[in-house]
């Protein structure tokens, strides 16, 4: 999907305002359920991803959707592979590791997309 650009709109418009204070709420709602259920109720804010994202298109903040969407997957994804380690013979201690590094990962594109939310700047968009 190629992006288009939103500068017809108003940074300050009422629209993408709103929408950028719920793209900060989804931040927040994905950082607690990350950091107090380890992910474990982080389906409730991707599912409210999924449904905010139509409204976001051809603005700057359908990439803060996205990213907040693919960082979900990806975090799933690993957690997946760290259990299916855990239940291996010798893939206790690569779980382990597994783990540690997909919520430094998932850490770290929170506090980036949320830094990039606060400075007004889209996220790195992969081409589709």
């Not at 597994?98 to 430094?104: F, M, P, Q, T, Y």
């Amino acid at each position: 999907m190629i992006m288009t650009t939103d500068a017809t709109l108003d940074y300050n418009s009422p629209y993408l305002t709103n929408l950028r204070s719920t793209a900060w709420w989804l931040y927040i709602f994905h950082a607690v359920c990350f950091l107090f259920t380890l992910g474990i109720f982080s389906f409730v804010p991707l599912i409210l991803n999924y449904l905010v994202r139509p409204r976001a298109i051809h603005t700057w903040l359908y990439t803060h959707q996205t990213w907040q969407i693919r960082s979900f997957w990806w975090y799933f994804a690993w957690v997946v592979l760290g259990w299916i380690f855990y239940f291996t013979i010798i893939g206790m201690i690569f779980a382990a590791a597994v783990w540690v590094l997909a919520w430094c990962w998932y850490t770290y594109r929170l506090i980036k997309g949320f830094l990039y939310l606060n400075d007004g700047i889209p996220m790195p968009y992969p081409e589709e």
